[in-house]
């Protein structure tokens, strides 16, 4: 099974990668980094050469994302991707912010499957790269799925990444596995898992069901994949624990922690935006510390300064309590 980092907007940046590179890239085939998207002036803003030029990325097996429905914006897009050195790019079909779906794009293309087929019929015809898909399962209802996975069929995809859920869900409600085996069951290319593994076990219940070895239907096919994204957030050392069961250390979680601040600090104006890019880390990581540290973590919350940041936060960590 390959284990991938899922692309999170304003989460996971460069520096946010280097730092799980660091200390827990270990098991991590690829990382998916947030989406770009097509402007009239440049193919990329100074902000997007930053998050995807080599420099930034060393040792990283970076997977560029693009959201549009313009298919020539694709491949003008690409054209800058292949100078970097990118060969494979993934294009997002599951976005389901409000503005991103007000304008057809993301999960809101789903909603026309005849514009998909004839984006895609474009994108192979004119790429040069190797080109994935990340998509849900539909706008409404996962019914919608079967229409669009015999169009996904007819491209030569790298990998189809499914988030079994439908757009209407957000992130809310279960991922409908029943759909994804649907899928395992009638696509006919790679395959890649996403949704809700939060833990080692969750991995293996995929990996038992759909993965290599799992008892599969004639004509299934394996799940060669599962993409991570708020898991790792959670637990940063994730994948490795999953691939390696080595666990991550207080140390280890405190030093990569360190990294992201000391790298945020380095690159943004002032320590308001680190101190927000740090809340935002623990949004997710507090949740891996439970009901003992609910105090230590309105602490976090409330921090107005890097100090008092980095005071609570090392408590957590380290497992003590305000006294
Ligand atoms: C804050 C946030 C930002 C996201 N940004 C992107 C993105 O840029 N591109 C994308 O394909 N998916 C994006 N996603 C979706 C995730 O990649 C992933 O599909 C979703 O979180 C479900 O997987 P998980 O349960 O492992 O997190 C985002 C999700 C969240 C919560």
């Keep these: 099974m390959k284990y991938y980092l899922a692309p999170l907007e304003g989460i996971t940046t460069y520096v946010f990668r280097n730092a799980v590179h660091e200390y827990f890239g270990e098991g991590i085939d690829k990382y998916f980094a947030p989406f770009i998207m097509p402007y009239e002036k440049h193919i990329l803003t100074n902000k997007e050469e930053n998050q995807l030029c080599p420099e930034h990325n060393v040792g990283i ?22 100078e970097y050195g990118y060969e494979e790019y993934n294009l997002n079909l599951g976005c389901p912010s409000g503005t991103v779906v007000s304008k057809g794009r993301g999960a809101g293309f789903l909603a026309d499957p005849e514009g998909v087929d004839r984006y895609l019929d474009y994108i192979f015809e004119h790429t040069k790269a190797k080109v994935s898909v990340k998509t849900r399962l539909g706008m409404y209802d996962s019914e919608e799925f079967a229409e669009l996975l015999e169009i996904y069929n007819k491209y030569p995809l790298e990998e189809l990444i499914i988030h079994p859920r439908v757009r209407e869900q957000f992130y809310n409600g279960q991922p409908d596995m029943a759909m994804y085996e649907y899928a395992t069951c009638n696509y006919n290319g790679s395959i890649i898992y996403n949704g809700d593994v939060r833990c080692a076990k969750d991995a293996q219940s995929i990996e038992s069901r759909f993965g290599e070895g799992a008892d ?28 390696s069961k080595e666990k991550e250390t207080c140390e280890e979680i405190w030093d990569f922690l360190e990294k992201l601040r000391i790298d945020y600090m380095a690159i943004m104006s002032g320590e308001m935006p680190v101190l927000h890019k740090m809340k935002e880390i623990w949004c997710y990581l507090g949740g891996s510390y439970g009901e003992n540290f609910s105090k230590e973590l309105k602490a976090i919350k409330k921090a107005k300064t890097l100090a008092q940041y980095t005071s609570a936060a090392r408590m957590v960590v380290f497992g003590q309590n305000i006294s």
Aim: charged share 15%; no cysteine.
């Design 61 to 82: 097996n970076l997977i560029p994302q693009i959201m549009t429905s313009v298919p020539k914006e694709v491949i003008r897009i690409e054209s800058a991707l292949l």
């Design 216 to 243: 599969l239907k004639e004509g299934q096919i394996t799940t060669s994949g599962i993409m991570i994204g708020r898991g790792i957030v959670a637990s940063p050392g994730l994948i490795r624990n999953i691939t």
